[in-house]
């Protein structure tokens, strides 16, 4: 899986190839650290136990640098699975649901027009994102992932990435949070 990470990161083009070797080796530290198989995604507790512990050695540098590989390789092993393709009930009653109550809740806050349609605009692009999945059942890690990946290969700004966070931010507190209470 590693030779895999090591082509990814290269064909991307997003990390220097002078920094790639570093990037590998922070993620089979931590696999090794952690004992996991090196195909299994990470918790975020995993990740911070190993970031912890190479605190304690490491300049702070070093330990951003492996944050940001782990979140990389967590992002590929989440891109390399995601054979899935919609089923025939592909939850779109409920992803039209979660537009209307998103539209409902930022007229209700009395966001802009502007707003509204960035908002739903980033709403589309997630849902298309996370396709195989209901929004009821959207985790933190999803974030991670749709954020990475508009980074990674959309190279996105980091004020739109800021905007399309804050926009499913605004989903996930008013309207899917409301669902579940």
Known sequence: MLPEFREYLVR???IKDTYIPYY???VSLCY???DK????KLSSEQKSQFLRHLSRRHEDWQVKQADYALRL???FLSRNGRGIKKEAGDHEKEWVWAMQE???????RHRSLSTEKSYLM???RFRGFANSKRPGDLEASDLQDFLSYLVVEKKISCSTQSQALNAVIFVFRHVL???LS
Not at 37 to 40: E, K, L, N, T
């Open 12 to 14: 991307n083009g997003h």
């Open 24 to 26: 590998v080796k922070w």
């Open 32 to 34: 090794e650290f952690l």
């Open 37 to 40: 198989p090196i195909d299994q």
């Open 73 to 75: 390789y967590n992002y």
């Open 102 to 108: 998103t539209r409902s809740a930022l007229r209700l």
């Open 122 to 124: 980033w709403l589309r």
């Open 177 to 179: 949070e409301s669902e």
